[in-house]
């Protein structure tokens, strides 16, 4: 745990519950150690889905389908949520829960290794949650970039890897060593893309906010910008002027 565990009990004690259906599936997901996200990650995603309001959204990681189904109960009416899962176990399961809680409708499935599913996806994608094999995530990373529209929102989720991906590659275990460099490189890359702003925030296992920049002013743009800090100026020249007893 990254986050002091009286600090994230207290916050999560706060928190309200989820629908029944949802309370249900992470319950069973829990007990069958199914990994899904956390308490306090549920209540960060919903808080991101009612700021960004996304049309579209890709998940990639799917498992038994609990977020796919948070996000699809606090996204906006008419949005539809795609979500790719490539762990034969998990992918009726995650079916049948979309069934049980009536959103089959509302969320694909696609099956198959998400690497070679976001090829052949078209997107745009206004909304990409990131939630699969965590060593993975920087080769996902161009077609996300691919997919997301300007402003677009990327969420990548355990981006800490349990505090790990802060030690030097000595510290960490052999087997590990592998994700670590490339969760380091993920990480770097959201941070130094010229594409994307991003926060990371040390919430659950650490978590990363990107949106992806606008592509910049067109001429005309720059030059109305131009204008309006002329407007500005002359505005801010009149108020000193009112402030000093003259006036326009
Ligand atoms: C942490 S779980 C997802 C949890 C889910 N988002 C939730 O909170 O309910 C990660 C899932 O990604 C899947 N996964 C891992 N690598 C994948 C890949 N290359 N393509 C598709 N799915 C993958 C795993 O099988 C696993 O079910």
């Known amino acids: 745990m990254i986050v002091d565990e009286r600090i994230v009990t207290f916050i999560n004690s706060l928190d309200t519950k989820n629908s029944e259906i949802l309370e249900t599936i992470e319950s069973e997901a829990l007990a069958a ?60 399961i995650a079916r049948e829960n979309f069934r049980r809680a009536g959103r089959e409708e509302q969320i694909t499935l696609i099956e198959g290794d998400a690497a070679e599913v976001m090829k052949t996806l078209e997107g745009p994608y206004d909304f990409i949650f990131m939630d699969a094999a965590k060593g993975q995530y920087i080769h996902y990373l161009p077609e996300a970039l691919r997919l997301l529209p300007e402003g677009g929102v990327l ?81 801010i020249k009149r108020q000193e002027g009112t402030e000093n007893g003259k006036t326009s």
């Open 155 to 235: 969420v990548s989720d355990n981006v800490m890897q349990d505090g790990d991906v802060i030690e030097s590659r000595f510290a960490v275990e052999r087997r590990n060593r592998t994700i670590h460099a490339r969760m380091r490189e993920y990480l770097y890359e959201l941070k130094h893309n010229d594409a994307l702003v991003t926060s990371i925030i040390p919430l659950g296992d650490g978590v990363a906010v990107s949106v992806k920049r606008d592509s910049g002013p067109t001429d005309s743009v720059a030059a109305d910008v131009n204008l309006a800090e002329c407007g500005a100026a002359e505005e």
């Open 33 to 92: 150690s199914v990994p899904i996200i956390r308490r306090e990650m549920q209540s960060f995603l919903k808080t991101l889905l009612m700021i960004k309001k996304p049309m579209r959204i890709l998940e990639v990681g799917t498992a038994v389908g609990f977020s796919a189904l948070l996000m699809s109960e606090c996204a906006p009416e008419g949005c539809r949520i795609t979500t790719i899962e490539n762990y034969d176990k998990r992918i009726p």
